[in-house]
């Protein structure tokens, strides 16, 4: 059975723990207090015993797992079995084993698999034995538009009331970022004092939360969102980043995104292409707009003006390059590939 993350708590009141869970996502919050939340239910039924599988790798051996599950308990009658399994793909051999547990379960075991990434690319007959045998909890992203409504139930849930404008005023403050934001709601049930927050007392009440790093600083580029990129970066430069230090993973980006442009401009297999890139399937949705945005050559164009923001950066630009400022170098870089209407400015 399929489970939203908000829809968790009251299953696993209303029911016995089920055999297996599966817990995957792209949000890393979501994931954790999902899985926190079977842990606590676990507790409370006499499952005393934890075991952790770090299968993050293709040298995980799953014959260890397959052992415990048939191996009696040393120190409780009862365990919780925990995979932690980031790709989400336990490859054959996992699946297997997994299946094979789900199958004929154990009444004193409970297994937990956790996942960071999650598409329906990454389902097979493992998550389909786990969805039988119990429960798989989907932890998506909280997409931007999707944002203030996210905030305003956890703000109800912790009791704090808040106007929309104030709801808006967080939003900004925490740019997405899940874990900032629950930490700022956490802090806003002890300040509230029980009165309504307008826009102006969110402002007084919660610190500017939001993440300006290069990563994201490049996805906004990449989405878009040129106004969200240059706040970011002036974020970057206040916080007292140098510019030599964003230019690693701007290079990194851009040559990316110029390499899935040349095969796309040919015809070729951009699924293909993102596979070899090693692209997320969560991630392909921002190289596709990006491509979308501008033609191969233009691409190809930006990774030469980045490689000029670098020498500019590192005092060593070439005759001729200008701006002299590498940090409105880099701002006219991003813009451009952010806007298409901007392109000529960079």
């Known amino acids: 059975m399929e489970l939203k993350p908000d829809r968790l708590a009251a299953q696993l ?23 926190d939340a079977i842990r606590a ?30 191996a009696p308990s040393l120190f409780s009658a009862q365990r919780l079995l925990e995979v932690r399994l980031p790709t989400g793909r336990p490859g054959k051999e996992g699946s297997e084993v997994i299946a094979g547990y789900c199958a004929q379960p154990p009444g004193d075991i409970v297994l937990l698999v956790t996942a960071g990434d999650w598409s329906r690319q990454h389902g097979g007959k493992w998550s389909e034995a786990i969805a039988k045998a119990g429960h798989v909890v989907q932890a998506p992203q909280v997409r931007p538009h999707e944002l203030e409504g996210w905030l305003e139930s956890r703000l109800r849930q912790r009791g704090v009331r808040a106007d929309r404008g104030a709801v808006q005023r967080l939003a900004e403050r925490v740019q997405g970022n899940l874990l900032a934001a629950a930490q700022e709601v956490d802090k806003l049930a002890l300040l509230a004092d029980d009165a309504p927050i307008d826009a102006s007392r969110m402002e007084a009440l919660v610190a500017d939360a939001a993440r300006f790093d290069v990563f994201r600083l490049v996805d906004a ?3 878009g969102q040129p106004a969200q990129a240059v706040r970011m970066l002036a974020g970057l430069r206040a916080e007292g980043e140098a510019v030599p230090a964003l230019m690693g993973m701007v290079v990194m980006e851009l040559g990316r995104v110029a390499a ?5 401009a040919r015809g070729g297999n951009l699924a293909a292409e993102f596979k070899a890139q ?6 392909q949705a921002v190289y596709r707009r990006a491509l979308a945005r501008h033609p191969a050559p233009r691409w190809e164009r930006f990774v030469v003006l980045a490689g000029g923001v670098d020498r500019i950066a ?25 806007e298409p209407k901007a392109a000529a400015l960079a």
Do not use: M
Request: a negative charge.
């Open 13 to 35: 009141a209303a029911e016995p723990l089920r055999p297996a869970y599966l817990v995957a996502g792209a949000e890393p919050l979501l994931v954790l207090e999902a899985a």
């Open 41 to 70: 239910r676990a507790r409370e039924a006499g499952f005393g015993e934890r075991e952790v599988f770090d299968a993050d790798g293709r040298d995980f051996d799953w014959n260890t797992l397959d052992a415990s599950f048939r």
């Open 221 to 223: 580029a990449l989405n």
């Open 260 to 264: 899935l442009s040349r095969v796309q």
């Open 278 to 283: 090693r692209v997320w399937d969560s991630k």
């Open 314 to 338: 590192k005092g060593r630009p070439r005759p001729g390059e200008e701006p002299a400022d590498a940090w409105l170098a880099l701002e006219r870089l991003l813009v451009a590939v952010a």
